[in-house]
């Protein structure tokens, strides 16, 4: 069914009724282990770790969404790129983005070094910075674009082919974008990674990972560590996240549509100094990802003046939960630099554009005009605050 469009395959794909009894909803199978009838011949489905039908649904799904071979679906996004690293061995480099997910920096720098796994941060916008830092050793380049939280765009084509002159896999997070948006597969990246907890799943109701692959070799030792390390999904979230994907063309493509009136709206008003979102032509990204993308999400980022301004919003501000996370119905407003950044020191946050008076907004499925009216009402109670702290 390869030559559906994507929107139209989240609904029509081979797992769109039950063969057994034309159930149109992928039934879960609560069951751990498998009745088998012949010891010389076993079944399919042994041991729930090893495999269930359910997962294995999923697991296709994701795999034709991405339009690769392998799926493999994990008990988080956190599960799904740590078992992805045990790809690698002792004494192998990873060249990785600098601003990488804060639980992947975490993962590579206080446990990966432990068993002999090297790395590098670089500036993945900067070809020349991600070809310097390549060594004899260097196994993996690990992408994330557009990057949390100030939307930084990396030319997927460019540092996949990099990797492959140097002997190298790509790894690429596409938590941001999606299959719906963005399929690094086919940009020449070995390996995509998913949070499904965020735009896949849509609803805050799970916590989900996912991995997809066409490279045979990638695929099978994947699977391998999944039954090794057993960090799987379960059943009833696999059917979750299943449910989830039906909606994800239709739920990201109307949140985008929202986010790019929101960020105009936003870039057009005083209090606010600046926006960040790849879908302005301003943007340093824009041509990249426009060429590598179909729109451009539905994540901006924003900078009030300080703290203080930011305090002002967060407590005027209405519609949005304040809250980690993002992709979901809801919008979600988050604040880096206590939130997903709060652990990085305040002089190495501030170097990646992780000021004070930066929020970030997923956009969720509310009326972009009403968003707009509580932002814009939460902006001037805070303008009113500042004048009378000046004495204005
Ligand atoms: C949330 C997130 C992760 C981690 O996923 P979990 O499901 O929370 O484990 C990884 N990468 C990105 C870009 C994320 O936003």
Avoid at 226 to 252: E, P, Y
Wanted: glycine fraction near 8%; charged fraction near 20%.
């Amino acid at each position: 069914m390869t030559d559906h469009s994507l929107q139209t395959r989240l609904l029509h794909n081979d797992h769109k009724f039950d063969p057994n009894t034309g159930a149109v909803s992928v039934p879960i199978q609560q069951s751990s282990t498998f009745h088998q009838q012949d010891f010389d011949q076993p079944g399919v489905y042994d041991y729930s770790r090893s495999g269930n039908p359910t997962r294995t649904a999923l697991e296709d799904t994701i795999a034709g969404l991405e339009n690769g071979t392998h799926g493999y679906a994990f008990a988080s996004g956190m599960a799904a790129i740590s078992t992805a690293f045990m790809l690698l061995s002792k004494g192998d480099h990873v060249v990785i983005t600098q601003d990488v997910y804060g639980g992947t920096f975490r993962m590579i720098h206080d446990v990966l070094q432990r068993f002999g796994i090297d790395h590098t941060f670089v500036d993945m916008t900067d070809l020349h910075s991600v070809a310097t830092a390549i060594q004899p050793n260097t196994k993996l380049l690990y992408i994330e674009t557009p990057s949390n939280p100030t939307l930084e765009i990396t030319d997927i084509r460019a540092v996949a082919k990099l990797a492959k002159a140097n002997n190298c896999w790509t790894f690429v997070d596409n938590t941001f974008m999606t299959p719906a948006l963005q399929r690094p597969l086919d940009l020449g990246a070995d390996l995509v990674l998913h949070s499904a907890t965020k735009f896949i799943a849509g609803h805050s109701d799970v916590v989900a990972g996912l991995a997809a692959t066409r490279n045979k070799e990638i695929g099978e030792q994947l699977g391998f560590l999944q039954n090794s390390f057993g960090s799987i999904l379960g059943a009833h979230d696999c059917w979750l996240v299943l449910r989830g994907l039906k909606t994800l063309h239709c739920r990201i493509t109307q949140s985008a549509a929202s986010a790019v009136k929101i960020a105009d709206a936003l870039s057009n008003h005083p209090l606010v100094e600046h926006v960040y979102y790849p879908g302005f032509r301003c943007h340093p990204g824009n041509s990249i990802h426009s060429h590598q993308a179909e729109g451009s999400g539905a994540v901006l980022s924003f900078r009030l003046k300080d703290e203080v301004a930011v305090r002002q919003f967060t407590k005027h501000v209405e519609l949005p939960v304040y809250a980690v996370s993002l992709g979901a119905v809801e919008s979600i407003l988050s604040y880096p630099a206590r939130m997903s950044h709060a652990s990085m020191p305040k002089a190495e946050r501030e170097k990646r554009g992780i000021t004070d008076g930066l929020l970030r907004l997923s956009v969720g499925l509310e009326n972009p005009d009403d968003l707009i009216k509580d932002f814009e009402q939460a902006l001037g109670k805070t303008e009113a605050y500042t004048l009378l702290q000046t004495g204005g």
